[in-house]
T-cell receptor, first 115, second 119 residues
Framework: DAGVIQSPRHEVTEMGQEVTLRCKPI?????LFWYRQTMMRGLELLIY????????DSGMPEDRFSAKMPNASFSTLKIQPSEPRDSAVYFC?????????????FGPGTRLLVL | AQKVTQAQTEISVVEKEDVTLDCVYE???????LFWYKQPPSGELVFLIR??????QNEISGRYSWNFQKSTSSFNFTITASQVVDSAVYFC????????????????FGKGTKLTVNP
């Protein structure tokens, strides 16, 4: 079975450009999470969807960040305009349901570098 | 607030040594779940184990074992006879029921322990 799929795997862009990260959760999983990993702050939850509905976006850094989940098999995280401090690894994870005992499975991540 | 502490930032061992990675957590929930993930140099996060707060039985999986002690709020991870392929960053995480609409849940991660196993 395919795991969580993320694209692109690497992205290099210039400050001010729009960046779109994509995620396909594991088929049948109803919950989807976006995380950001940096050396300084570790792993941070940005936003969480359940059944395509955003449940909590309190981790989204600022208005430059937005996330959508138009259907059960696709989600995007957009940064517009991007800044050098957005450079990080962005992970998408999915979980079968919103139950607290369920395990989150992570995608391979997107390494973003903003110059 | 819920919190996970991995006090060991980096550990370096020689192959075949046993090594224990410490994890201490804080929570006010009576029901919670603890996880360990492995992040090898390639960067992906790999799920290793999940444990609920009502099950204090230690678990062994091959060379890996986990010691859960509620009395000390610890969930330590031991690798027996370490191998070079065990080199990775290991994260301990605690599930948290967010006090928001629907009682949604998120994982609170520790900062990770970087394990280097030298040949």
């Amino acid at each position: 079975d395919a795991g969580v799929i993320q694209s692109p795997r690497h992205e290099v862009t210039e400050m001010g450009q729009e960046v779109t990260l994509r995620c396909k959760p594991i088929s049948g999983h109803n919950s989807l999470f976006w995380y950001r990993q940096t050396m300084m702050r570790g792993l941070e939850l940005l936003i969480y969807f359940n059944n395509n509905v955003p449940i909590d976006d309190s981790g989204m850094p600022e208005d430059r960040f937005s996330a959508k989940m138009p259907n059960a098999s696709f989600s995007t995280l957009k940064i517009q305009p991007s800044e050098p401090r957005d450079s990080a690894v962005y992970f998408c994870a999915s979980r079968p349901s919103r139950a607290t005992w369920e395990t989150q499975y992570f995608g391979p991540g997107t390494r973003l570098l903003v110059l | 607030a819920q919190k996970v502490t991995q006090a060991q930032t980096e550990i370096s061992v020689v192959e075949k040594e046993d090594v224990t990675l410490d994890c201490v957590y804080e929570t006010r929930d009576t029901t919670y779940y603890l996880f360990w993930y492995k992040q090898p140099p390639s960067g992906e996060l790999v799920f290793l184990i999940r444990r609920n707060s009502f099950d204090e039985q230690n678990e062994i999986s091959g060379r890996y074992s986990w010691n859960f002690q509620k009395s000390t709020s610890s969930f330590n991870f031991t690798i027996t006879a370490s191998q070079v392929v065990d080199s990775a960053v290991y994260f301990c995480a605690l599930s948290e029921v967010m006090r928001t609409q629907g009682g949604s849940e998120k994982l609170v991660f520790g900062k990770g322990t970087k394990l280097t196993v030298n040949p």
